[in-house]
T-cell receptor, first 114, second 112 residues
Framework: NAGVMQNPRHLVRRRGQEARLRCSPVKGHSHVYWYRQLPEEGLKFMVYLQKENIIDESGMPKERFSAEFPKEGPSILRIQQVVRGDSAAYFC????????????FGNGTRLTVT | SQQGEEDPQALSIQEGENATMNCSYKTSINNLQWYRQNSGRGLVHLILIRSNEREKHSGRLRVTLDTSKKSSSLLITASRAADTASYFCATALIQGAQKLVFGQGTRLTINP
């Protein structure tokens, strides 16, 4: 049983470049969430998607950040023109949906902006 | 302001002792969940307690929920070195129950 797969595990970008983070949910899960974690802190919600739809993007910065979950393929979190403050661990989670469905997390992508 | 706040921020105990972590939250919830995170890894779901439940057990874990005080506790009995990790509570708000709000976590260290 494959869990949530995120790649790459580590990503280094220079300021101004684009970062693309990929997430393949657990097979059969149609709900995907993206969270950001700074060192020694908890996870901050960014965006919640279902297949082809953004349900809640209230935690995502209005500029430079976008997310998608296409009908086929992984969910993508895209950060354009990265800045040093974007350096963090980005975690994807998936669930079956429903109010009491726990989240299954990937091991994250650690983005470093130099 | 943070919805969920864990207490203490860090806890260090001897193997075999019990570890208790607390979580407080601010608004009404649909459920509360506890997760564990080992260093450099993703979070692993431990236990979910619904707002109409007061106590739940899973192996060496015991979770309580007091909605009148807006607080929860996680008890790990007979701790093991492998329990060393960060523990987070997460609340599912009634509005937007799909979106979990995480606390800052408790860093638990079990000394052999």
């Amino acid at each position: 049983n494959a869990g949530v797969m995120q790649n790459p595990r580590h990503l280094v970008r220079r300021r101004g470049q684009e970062a693309r983070l990929r997430c393949s949910p657990v097979k059969g899960h149609s709900h995907v969430y993206w969270y950001r974690q700074l060192p020694e802190e908890g996870l901050k919600f960014m965006v919640y998607l279902q297949k082809e739809n953004i349900i809640d993007e209230s935690g995502m910065p209005k500029e430079r950040f976008s997310a998608e979950f296409p009908k086929e393929g992984p969910s993508i979190l895209r950060i354009q023109q990265v800045v040093r403050g974007d350096s963090a661990a980005y975690f994807c989670a998936s669930s079956r949906g429903g109010e009491n469905s726990p989240l299954h997390f990937g091991n994250g992508t650690r983005l470093t902006v130099t | 302001s943070q919805q969920g706040e864990e207490d203490p921020q860090a806890l260090s105990i001897q193997e075999g002792e019990n570890a208790t972590m607390n979580c407080s939250y601010k608004t009404s919830i649909n459920n509360l969940q506890w997760y564990r995170q080992n260093s450099g890894r993703g979070l692993v779901h431990l236990i979910l307690i619904r707002s109409n439940e007061r106590e739940k057990h899973s192996g060496r874990l015991r979770v309580t929920l007091d909605t009148s005080k807006k607080s929860s506790s996680l008890l790990i009995t007979a701790s093991r070195a492998a329990d060393t990790a960060s523990y987070f509570c997460a609340t599912a708000l009634i509005q937007g129950a799909q979106k979990l709000v995480f606390g800052q976590g408790t860093r638990l260290t079990i000394n052999p």
